[in-house]
């Protein structure tokens, strides 16, 4: 069931600051240009950028970095929100930081590790905040269930 997306909490904002932060450092032309960050639910904050590559299709996503992150250290500790933020590339006009939505390979990583997690996804002029299986309707299934 699809739900109108919830307006952000202190907590998401700071999540979305994380993000940026992190692209903002890692920033490279063609090779990063995206950030991400999540918050398990034991509250630990976890940071990612995209590692593209020569060869396209090792590319990894940065939501899939953070989440690597977070399970080296933690294990399974569940996906309480995540977000995603891309950088604009030197020739764009608009040098804003703005949130993204997960792509769908991602939205089945998310949904796989925590079909609860929260996802911040850009909603007209500020970003709202949507559960991941809105994101992802009829899911992916091996066999019955
Ligand atoms: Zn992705």
């Known amino acids: 069931m699809k739900h109108p997306a919830k307006k952000l909490t202190k907590a998401d904002q700071e999540l979305i600051a994380a993000a940026t932060a992190a692209i903002k450092q890692r920033y490279r032309d063609d090779w990063q240009e995206v950030g991400a960050a999540l918050r398990t639910r034991t509250g630990k904050v976890y940071t990612g950028v995209n590692l593209d590559a020569y060869l396209g299709r090792m590319a990894v996503c940065a939501e899939a970095v953070a989440l690597g992150r977070a399970f ?74």
């Open 72 to 145: 080296v250290d933690l294990g399974d500790a569940g996906i309480d929100t995540i977000v995603a933020v891309r950088h604009p590339a030197p020739e764009e006009k608009d040098r804003s930081i703005a949130v993204v939505s997960p792509c769908g390979a991602c939205r089945e990583l998310i949904f796989d590790y925590d079909p609860k997690a929260r996802v911040i996804v850009p909603n007209g002029r500020t970003p709202g905040v949507v559960p991941i299986a809105d994101l992802l309707p009829n899911k992916y299934r091996r066999g019955e269930g």
